[in-house]
């Protein structure tokens, strides 16, 4: 009896319940309503879907590189002038200006594209469904399991927080590297909206959003800071596992737009 209880404790650790599949489907019914009834608002509603879940499975990577950099802010005479606002200030300002550059070149794409928005839809959909299916065990991408962790910039020299704002620009930079497939995912959505504003808007969004835990170290204590990162080190199979679904059926509730804007 102790081993069976023992057995779905470790199930539950894992993701590997019910609650993930009810909040996949739940989500599914939600987007793809949502596209039916207004089908010019899919690759919007679809590209906050992606920014929420890329937010949610990139986050202990950017809670680690915080607490890291409030650590060593306050132990850096070098940075002490600044004290920890100011260089998570300056961090975060020069990990969305990272983005910016991209954002307008995205919006610009989305303004051209016209009734052609279609195929970048169909791409969004296509990456999706591989990043749900990456989630969740079927597919291996090579860009995501290829990270080697933010303290890697510190180690191999490439980012210093002596120079929080290089350091913001880096971190940003191994990001669209390192989590390319969901920045890819976001892109190529904001290339649907067919309308430059909204689909810069997407991609500057989600570097502003992404920016968040840099910002946190200014309000939180580093003990603080610490405890809530463990608790979402351990939530985290279950998080990757519940997106995983979600991406699917966020693919899924996409196919419908594209095939009534192709025939329509």
Not at 45 to 65: E, K, N, R, Y
Not at 153 to 175: D, T
Request: one cysteine or more.
């Amino acid at each position: 009896m102790s081993a069976a209880i023992a057995d779905e404790a470790t199930t539950k650790r894992a993701g590997l319940g019910p609650v993930p599949l009810v909040v996949g489907a739940l989500a599914t019914i939600a987007i793809t309503a949502g596209a039916l009834v207004r089908p010019d608002l899919a690759p919007v509603l679809a590209g906050c879907v992606l920014l929420v879940v890329g937010f949610a499975v990139m986050a202990p990577c950017s809670v680690q590189m915080a607490l890291t950099m409030s650590r060593v802010i306050t132990r850096s005479q070098a940075t002490r002038s600044l004290g920890i606002r100011g260089s998570a200030g300056l961090f975060a300002i020069g990990y969305v200006g990272f983005y910016v550059p991209f954002a307008l070149v995205l919006g610009t794409i989305a303004w051209l594209l016209g009734d052609l928005a279609w195929i970048a839809v169909a791409l969004g959909a296509l990456a999706s469904m591989l990043l749900g299916l990456s989630a969740l065990g079927t597919v291996n991408l090579g860009a995501l399991s290829r990270c080697r962790g933010p303290l890697w910039l510190l180690r191999s020299g490439r980012a210093s927080f002596q120079h929080p704002l290089k350091a913001g620009i880096a971190f940003g930079q191994y990001c669209a590297t390192c989590c390319g497939p969901y920045i890819l995912a976001i892109a190529v959505l904001a290339g649907g909206t067919k309308n430059f504003l909204v689909g810069a808007g997407i991609v500057a969004a989600y570097a502003i959003v992404m920016a968040i835990p840099f910002l946190a170290p200014a309000v939180l204590a580093p003990d603080t800071y610490a405890q809530l990162g463990a608790k979402a080190s351990r939530i985290a199979p279950l998080i990757e596992r519940t997106t995983g679904f979600v991406l699917v059926g966020l693919s899924l509730a996409l196919i419908p737009v594209v095939a009534a804007t192709m025939a329509g």
